[in-house]
């Protein structure tokens, strides 16, 4: 079993920058692929960021590439996504995925096996 515990997400103005954080317990991370979801009020959970078990690969959704960044630190077992030029459509609640199969379908979060409770981020005009 995974545990894994978001922080970081807070209230900052378009165009501000954020740092979300993923704290796992129970395994270490090293060999898990891990991805960055987020929700808005009345919509469906969508992909936003994944990063593969070695951290060799990173994939980013189109409306985030080029803001955002994933990274993943072995030895803190923690995952993290930097967001910088932030705008108000990024508002949601942002969680945090493992698995430990799959080498696809990063985007997709039935594929994940663990979940955070989530992290609100909160950007105003």
């Known amino acids: 079993q995974v545990q894994l515990v978001e922080s970081g997400g807070g209230l900052v103005q378009a165009g501000g920058s954020l740092r979300v954080s993923c704290a796992a317990s129970?395994?270490?991370?090293?060999?898990?692929?891990m991805g960055w979801f987020r929700q808005a009020p009345g919509k469906e959970r969508e992909f936003v960021s994944a990063?593969?078990?070695?951290?060799?690969?990173?994939y980013y959704a189109d409306s985030v590439k080029g803001r955002f960044t994933i990274s993943k630190d072995n030895a803190k077992n923690t995952l993290y996504l930097q967001m910088n030029n932030l705008k108000p459509e990024d508002t949601a609640v942002y969680y945090c995925g493992a698995r430990m199969w799959g080498s696809s379908q990063f985007s997709t979060p039935s594929t994940y096996d663990y979940w955070g409770q989530g992290t609100q981020v909160t950007v105003s005009t």
């Open positions: 990063i593969t078990w070695s951290g060799d690969s990173t």
């Open positions: 129970g395994r270490t991370i090293s060999r898990y692929a």
